[in-house]
């Protein structure tokens, strides 16, 4: 690959980079407002012990299925 190849990649992945980091904390900021808003729902709503039972279910659910996926 000649210079001008090598110096179109980098400003490239540099572009790109850029957009993907700025994407990535988005999705991660809107993901964790979204988390706790609806934990402080569950936990304060008319359900109450309901929902205590439902977030108990999930995490159970969540640690098997990770427990699964990284036992190789």
């Known amino acids: 690959m000649n210079w001008t190849?090598?110096?179109i990649a980098i400003v490239l992945t540099i572009v790109?980079?850029?957009f993907l980091a700025?994407?990535?904390?988005k999705l991660v900021v809107q993901g964790?407002?979204?988390w706790t808003e609806?934990?402080?729902n569950v936990l304060s709503g008319s359900a109450g012990l309901e929902g205590m039972v439902k977030l108990g279910?999930?995490?159970i659910?969540?640690?098997l299925l990770i427990?699964?996926?990284f036992r190789r």
Request: glycine fraction near 8%; hydrophobic fraction near 50%.
């Open 67 to 69: 427990r699964y996926l």
């Open 5 to 7: 190849g090598r110096i």
């Open 38 to 40: 609806w934990i402080t």
């Open 57 to 59: 279910v999930y995490l």
């Open 16 to 18: 790109f980079a850029g």
């Open 22 to 25: 700025n994407l990535i904390s």
């Open 32 to 34: 964790l407002h979204t």
């Open 61 to 63: 659910v969540i640690t």
